[in-house]
């Protein structure tokens, strides 16, 4: 088709636009990442990304992000429909609450969530008997991600389960369905798009996150240390090539997790017909 | 299945959307729940349907007390205003989800399940659609897969919410004759909202006229029209004249004017308010003539058999309106009358109903 024949004007000057502004923004920060390992040789490369300490940091960062978006889109799942289906009082601060996580400064996050896990802290003493330990080590990690992931998984169902007709919910009643099947085959099934976009940003927020992880985990080699923490310390070595490599590995790592999550979710808005 | 609903109350808020409603359907009849919005006709299928609860009263289902029961308990098919159908689940399996979700013991084999789904689909006449998804469907399309589905679990009762308020006019017409016809062959009880009362003279077999949460009448779809029983049924069923005045001896005083009726059952000065149809409304051209209400001709359409007549009424505005009514005349009557535009007459009427003025 032509472009005079378009219904909708526009096309040529709103993809430049993306076009232009993707590339400042995103594409040529991130190709300098890889323009500056690229002057690294081979050996040198894989020495520096493949060195034991460093895979733990993939393992451990991608393993804890993983984990926590998991735990999010089940907790998140619960207080979103506690939040959209019931009315009870606070409703609105709670509501509110949801968000803190966005606007806290990362690093009063990570002292705040260290101040309490710590084996002195309020919740670290009641741990400490029981064997459990959460602060300074992986576990650490991994509430620092839950807590920073949370709002992603909740805003991003919100309003679909907001949207969502109670009529389906009668209809499968009036047909017979317990609730426990209404919400496996049909509530849930709505959901499930929203869930794995908030899955896929919880994830993608919890590998890059740095602030609040380091004042928790403790930061042990082998045992708690994250990969970007891995490319700060290359850099206070000045060693800007090993900072580069270490990215270019996380950032492609994360663009094929993301991708196959977002094949994933396509293929499910896919077999789940929108508009009716 | 009959239906019997005792003393039904509900409210929400201060709003009483059902006031002591008490209605016995019997079994293998269509019913209409009519009435103008808010009415609280809705809100009855709801309770039946057990997709709401009563604050008082009891819905008993083929003699049972249903009132406790849960709405999958029941064993009624629903169908709602804007279909429910299930996005994410093709035609077939929207229809055999009755079916799939039954307790394992009781869950016909895949085969049955094919079989049963197969038969629906071909009772609403769609069984070429059966693998697409309900987005690819048209709106009329989507009602008749929204009632196999509700039929497949083979209920006592169906309950149809406004089944076609959200369709074009044409395929309404189509889809209600449809109803008609599968009602005919299936004989199961059925009950369908509407407001309006063209669908349910048309439709049903009965019809139950409601206003602010109280049923008006019942009756059949020719008693509600030839015989309204309330004032409330003459205001809102067909075209009606409406003449409100007070009680002299055999006439009605309608303001400086006469309107001769034949009821004796009210006190002399009683504020009364009259209604006459446009086919018992007739037009009188003698300028000799002193009794009826005087009016002049606003406008005379013709088409057809009967032409209809428009007339303004001659006495003074009322609410800021002038009052306005019609008269329906054979063509050869009219052209015996020889009515011209403004032309200042006197109505009367054959038949004049008589009700206690509330207003």
């Known amino acids: 088709m032509s472009g005079a024949n378009r219904v909708l004007p526009g096309f040529g000057l709103s993809l430049g636009y993306t076009l232009a502004y993707l590339s400042l923004i995103v594409l040529i920060p991130l190709s300098a990442v890889f323009v500056k390992a690229a002057a690294m040789d081979f050996e040198r490369f894989w020495s520096v990304v493949a060195s034991e300490r460093v895979v733990a940091t993939y393992k451990l960062s991608f393993g804890m992000s993983l984990l926590a978006a998991s735990i999010n889109v089940v907790f998140g799942l619960l207080l979103t429909w506690a939040i959209v289906r019931y009315s009870f009082p606070g409703k609105k601060i709670v509501d509110a609450l949801i968000d803190l996580p966005f606007a806290l400064p990362t690093a009063v996050a990570g002292i705040a969530l260290t101040a309490l896990y710590a084996p002195n802290g309020w919740i670290g003493q009641i741990l400490e008997p029981l064997g459990i330990k959460i602060a300074f080590g992986p576990y650490g990690v991994l509430v620092a991600l839950i807590f920073i992931g949370l709002p992603f998984v909740v805003r991003t169902v919100q309003p679909i389960l907001e949207d969502f007709d109670a009529g389906f919910e009668e209809a499968a009643a009036s047909l017979g369905a317990t609730r426990w099947q209404t919400v496996r085959r049909v509530v849930f099934p709505a959901l499930l798009p929203a869930l794995l976009t908030g899955f896929a940003l919880a994830f993608a927020r919890g590998v890059g996150e740095y602030g609040s992880v380091i004042f928790i985990a403790g930061n042990i080699p082998f045992v708690s240390e994250i990969t970007p923490l891995m490319i700060i310390t290359r850099l ?18 994360s663009f094929v997790l993301l991708l196959v999550i977002n094949l994933l979710q396509g293929w499910v808005a896919r077999s789940t017909p929108r508009a009716i | 299945m009959s239906i019997a609903i005792e003393h039904v109350v509900k409210s929400f808020g201060t709003f009483r959307a059902l006031d002591d409603v008490s209605l016995a359907l019997p079994r293998g009849e269509l019913v209409a729940l009519l009435g103008p919005s808010g009415c609280g006709k809705t809100t009855l299928l709801r309770i039946v349907a057990g997709l709401e609860s009563a604050d008082a009263g009891r819905i008993l289902i083929d003699g049972q007390d249903a009132t406790g029961k849960h709405v999958r308990e029941r064993q009624v098919g629903f169908v709602f205003q804007h279909y429910a159908l299930f996005r994410h689940m093709s035609v077939f399996e929207n229809i055999a989800f009755g079916l799939r979700v039954k307790p394992r013991r009781e869950r ?76 005919d062959e299936l004989h199961i009880s059925s009950v369908f909202v509407t407001h309006d009362q063209e669908e349910a003279l048309e439709v049903a077999d009965r019809i139950v006229l409601m206003n602010k949460g109280r049923i008006e009448q019942v009756g059949t779809p020719h008693q509600i029209y030839q015989e309204p029983a309330t004032s409330f049924a003459y205001s809102f069923i067909g075209n009606v004249n409406t003449f409100r ?41 003698d300028t000799q003539e002193t009794a009826g209400v005087a009016a002049r001709i606003n406008r005379v359409l013709t088409s057809g058999g009967t032409s209809r007549v428009e007339l303004v009424a001659n006495g003074p505005e009322r609410g800021g309106a002038k009052d306005y009514f019609e008269v329906e005349i054979g063509s050869e009557d009219l052209s015996r009358l020889a009515l011209a535009n403004g032309q200042r007459v006197r109505l009367k009427s054959r038949r004049l109903s008589l009700f206690r003025d509330q207003a």
């Open chain 2, 108 to 183: 016909p084999t895949e085969a049955e399940i094919h079989r049963r789904v197969h038969k629906l689909l071909d009772l609403v006449q769609l069984g070429w659609l059966k693998d697409r998804s309900p987005a690819q469907l048209s709106g009329g399309q989507r009602q008749r897969i929204a009632l196999a589905r509700a039929l497949a679990v083979e209920p006592q009762v169906l309950l149809l919410d406004e089944p076609f308020g959200a369709l074009d006019a044409k395929v309404r017409k189509e889809l209600r004759r449809w109803l008609r016809r599968l009602h």
């Open chain 1, 236 to 253: 206070e070595e000045f060693d800007y090539q090993g900072a580069t490599a270490i990215a270019s590995v996380m950032l492609v790592i």
């Open chain 2, 245 to 285: 005045g007070k009680i002299e001896g055999a006439f009605l005083r309608v303001g400086d004017d006469l309107l001769p009726h034949f009821q004796c059952n009210f006190a002399e000065g009683e504020p009364v308010v009259g209604y006459a149809r446009p086919h018992d409304t007739e037009i009188v051209a």
